[in-house]
């Protein structure tokens, strides 16, 4: 397994647990407790820091082919985050009509919410890409 | 002046008319407190321009060239730069309201559809200047 793909099990994980003990505290016992939680999902940023380090080390630890599928998926995750942002920014405006308005908190709710769909998809692109992890090369 | 900066050119100057509709439309729809007249018209507008970009993205004739490998790599330069402006412009916009408004306050959903427009026709500039500036404003290479 290469770095890549340890980056891609890592955001999966990450996200996976974070969302799993935030909406087992919100159910368990009120949304005050799972909430917070989600802050968990900053750790993601730690395994990006890491990842990008050994990704421009270069070598032979992250070859051409490894680039073009960083980049693929780079792309899967932004064209699939393009059709959410829109319609998270258009749905409220279907819904309320022209005469409603939406609390500012949730724009960084919407915007946060993106972020973690495009993260899953890179991640997933990442991994399908590199043929579910058994073909990668050996770190 | 090569297809590709071409292409560029004429998504900046697009881009910026589209930018200067959105600000008038978003004036009299916030400001004047009125739906603007010709808004469909306005809409259309936007539309035209961007077929014709399609268009103008079209080889112009056979003995154009097609784009080398240094044109490819400076458009997936750019598609990168403006990758990484999505999500700076959107941190922006999502965390400009709360200052301005508070943490209380809430907006129009009119105003997620302006985000929208605005956050894509941003995204589109800075490709275009990605682009324009690569090519050292198409003024050292890539001449026909």
């Known amino acids: 397994m290469n770095s890549a793909q340890k980056f891609a099990w890592s955001n999966l994980i990450i996200i996976g647990l974070t969302l799993t003990l935030s909406g087992t505290m919100t159910l368990l016992f009120a949304p005050q407790h799972g909430i917070p939680l989600m802050g968990l999902l900053g750790i993601v940023g730690i395994s990006s820091a890491v990842f990008r380090k050994k990704r421009r080390q270069g070598g032979v630890t992250f070859d051409e082919r490894d680039n073009l599928i960083y980049e693929r998926s780079l792309t899967a995750a932004h064209s699939v985050f393009w059709p959410f942002f829109v319609v998270a920014c258009m749905l409220p405006w279907l819904v309320f009509r022209s005469s ?10 919407i915007l946060g919410g993106g972020g973690v769909v495009a993260i899953v998809v890179q991640s997933v692109a990442i991994l399908v890409q590199y043929g579910r992890g058994g073909k990668g090369e050996k770190s | 002046m090569n297809k590709t900066q071409k292409s560029a050119w004429f998504g900046l100057v697009a881009g910026l008319l589209c930018f200067a509709v959105l600000g008038h439309v978003f004036v009299e729809i916030f400001i004047w407190k009125k739906l603007p007249e010709g808004f469909f018209g306005l809409l259309a507008y936007c539309l035209l321009l961007g077929g ?59 105003l997620l559809a302006f985000i929208n427009l605005g956050v894509l026709l941003g995204v589109g500039l800075v490709y275009s200047v990605a682009v324009l500036v690569q090519y050292g404003w198409g003024s050292k290479d890539g001449e026909k």
């Open chain 2, 52 to 110: 014709a970009f399609i268009f103008f993205r079209r080889k112009q004739s056979a003995s154009e060239v097609e784009s080398d490998e240094r044109d490819d790599l400076i458009k997936k330069r750019a598609v990168i730069a403006s990758f990484v402006s999505v999500w700076i412009l959107l941190a922006g916009v999502t965390v400009i309201p709360r200052f301005v408004i508070g943490i209380k306050g809430s907006i129009p959903v009119w």
């Open chain 1, 100 to 109: 409603g308005s939406v609390p500012v908190y949730v724009l960084p709710i």
